[in-house]
């Protein structure tokens, strides 16, 4: 089945779509497609706990249950820095939309607008 996943680094979101049965290797080959990094500089996390490459999504726990496409999973990921070190993965949280002008605003005035205009 097909699993629904939300790859999260700093403020870059990919969402991507998978097999269960694709491993997490696979799966950073998706996102060297993307972001044109190899998968050996890269390290995919669920919940803070680090994904190993020969394991399936579906072993890690993301599954047509967990990762639908309307709620997908979230998938962290961090780069290598330098030879043996990796960033501290990081994802920033989304920016919240500004508030609604006036005008925008339902009226509280007893009845809609569209009730208004069918009298």
Known sequence: MDVFLMIRRHKTTIFTDA???TTVYELKRIVEGILKRVPEEQRLF????????SKTLGDCGFTNQTARPQAPATVGLAFR?????FEQLRIDPFSSPPELPDVMKPQDSGSTANEQAVQ
């Open 46 to 53: 669920k919940d803070d706990q680090l994904l190993e490459d």
């Open 19 to 21: 097999k269960e049965s």
């Open 81 to 85: 820095i330098n030879d043996d070190v």
